[in-house]
């Protein structure tokens, strides 16, 4: 079951909804800070490399971010363009919050269509799952932003 989650993570084919990309895109926050955290921790001599570090490990947003603009009937490319500007994550916030196409599009069927069975796709009783996960994620890099660069 992890490794069916772990390769639809890195699928960049198909849609993925909006309610669909917040469990994975938290978990993907979640692992970049603790990674980060981690070699940091471990090797104390690369903390001046740390924003290289988070830089490198924020690529891993970009499968995700091309199937919700998938979703949107829009190229991936605009994945790539969204790790390297500075308010990445506030654009990709703007992005993921707006509806996908209703009918089908070239990347594929709309994942909230009946019959789809797509792994990605949140069924409508999973919805406080996604809440539950993205806050707990918004809650654990806010910890994780405190005790590494304000804690002294």
Known sequence: MIMKHLSNFFRIDGRISRLGFFPYYAIMIVAVFALSWLIVAL??????????????????QVPLLMRRFHDLNQSGIWAIVFCILPLGIINTLCWVFLAGQEERNKYGTNPYRPGMTDETTLKKGQVPLAVGLTLN???????????????P
């Not at 090797?43 to 891993?60: C, D, E, R, V, W």
């Not at 994620?137 to 804690?151: G, P, S, T």
């Open 137 to 151: 994620a918004v809650v654990i890099v806010l910890f994780a932003v405190w005790f590494i660069w304000v804690k």
């Open 43 to 60: 090797f104390p001599n690369l903390k001046q490399f740390h924003a290289y570090i988070i830089s490198g490990l924020t690529f891993l």
